[in-house]
């Protein structure tokens, strides 16, 4: 039996969505499908904002098993993000075409959100909240059009999990920055932020400001000495993050990247970046609206891109940029690993 390439097959309710946007997942296994991958399920690596949100809220592992029970996926109804996940293979559907096939009992990450992704679980092991990552038993479906990679041999599964997590931001930037520009990196000391400077850095920017809330929080990324500057200012504050960035960078910024986990930073990238300038939306608690109505309501002509998770390759080259660049690899081994 053949699902749909894009899982519509797993969509329980509304009829007619995608599964990303569906409310519900048929998440019951015994169902097979022969272009699907089934994973049994060994980590979840929850996405950033929906992590701090949850932690906020009470007890992770009690909602986590919530929303899966209810949705039949890892999908937070208060921030709309996900994660991924990492496991071992359990059954390759006989009609998935692969360039290297892979073998049942091979361990696998996703590169596709757990928004989309039917999951179900027997059980929560543990959580680790220092990694925003959570121990679990369960199994998960990929469809036909789902990304996944083999974990690397060079590096501990966790350290390639929570690279891969964020595997989007570093290319996108790479794409976008050019040599010369002055870029500005919200929540600098972050993971995809400490990958979003170190690519900028390399594809020749003249400068590069970081953000960050706090002297702890800009540690590693001092440490890691991509950005030119860092100043601490809480990026919620948009008037605070502009000056710091005209006084660091001389004026605004050509390209921004917004890396944050928390609501409210989009005013701050919009005020700090010049007319013609970009903007990369990364963070997950980048409102849509906010963002929209802020840049119109100061005559901004900024193009605002929507953080998408993927690009062609991103697994391959978010590692690559970790094995080239020693200190990165290194704070994320030590965070991580
Ligand atoms: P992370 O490692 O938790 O980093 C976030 C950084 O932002 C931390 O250094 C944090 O500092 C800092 N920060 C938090 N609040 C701040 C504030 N008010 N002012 C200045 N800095 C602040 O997160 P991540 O894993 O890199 O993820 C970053 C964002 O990308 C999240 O929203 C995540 O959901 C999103 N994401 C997007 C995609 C996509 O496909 N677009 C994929 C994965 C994740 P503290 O350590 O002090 O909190």
Redesign the pocket.
């Known amino acids: 039996m053949l699902g749909d390439r894009y899982g519509t097959h797993r969509v329980i309710e509304p009829k007619g969505t995608l599964p990303q946007a569906a409310l519900r997942l048929d998440n019951d296994f015994t169902k097979h499908f022969d272009n699907e991958l089934v994973i049994d399920v060994e980590r979840l690596n929850i ?4 992590f ?1 949100q949850m932690e906020g809220a009470g007890d992770v592992a009690a909602q986590i098993l919530e929303t899966v029970r209810t949705r039949g996926k890892q999908h937070n109804s208060v ?1 709309g ?1 996900g ?1 991924m996940l990492l496991g071992r293979c359990a059954r390759v559907g006989r009609a998935l075409k692969m360039e290297r096939p892979l073998a049942p009992g091979e361990r696998v990450a996703t590169l596709v ?1 757990l928004t989309l992704t039917p999951l179900s679980l027997d059980r929560i092991v543990s959580v680790d909240a220092a990694r ?1 990552q959570v121990i679990v038993e369960g199994r998960a479906v990929l469809f036909e059009s789902s990304a996944w990679a083999r974990l690397p041999a060079d590096l501990p599964e966790t350290v390639a999990l ?1 690279a891969f ?2 595997a ?2 570093a290319p996108q930037v790479a794409r976008m920055v050019r040599p010369g520009m002055k870029v500005l990196i ?8 400490l ?1 979003c400077s170190a690519a900028a850095r390399r594809a020749g920017a003249a400068r590069v400001i970081g ?4 002297q ?2 800009a540690a ?1 990324a001092r440490r890691l000495g991509a950005c030119h500057e860092i100043a601490i ?4 504050d948009a008037v605070a993050v502009s000056s710091a960035v005209l006084a660091a960078a001389g004026g605004e910024v050509d390209f921004a990247v ?5 609501p ?2 989009e005013m701050g990238a919009i005020l700090s970046t010049r007319d013609g300038g970009t903007i990369y939306f ?5 409102q849509f609206t906010k963002a929209a109505l802020g840049a119109e309501g100061i005559s901004r002509d900024v193009t605002m891109v929507v ?4 690009a062609p390759g991103h697994a391959e080259a978010t590692l690559a940029l970790l094995r080239a660049e020693p200190v990165l690899r290194a704070i994320f081994v030590e965070r991580f690993g």
């Open positions: 996405d950033s904002a929906s701090v921030t993000s994660g959100s925003h929570s997590d964020v989007g931001a919200l929540g600098c000391g972050g993971k995809s932020g990958l953000i960050e809330r706090s702890e929080a590693g200012a809480d990026a919620a917004s890396c944050v986990n928390v409210d930073a990364f963070s997950m608690s980048t953080g998408n998770g993927y």
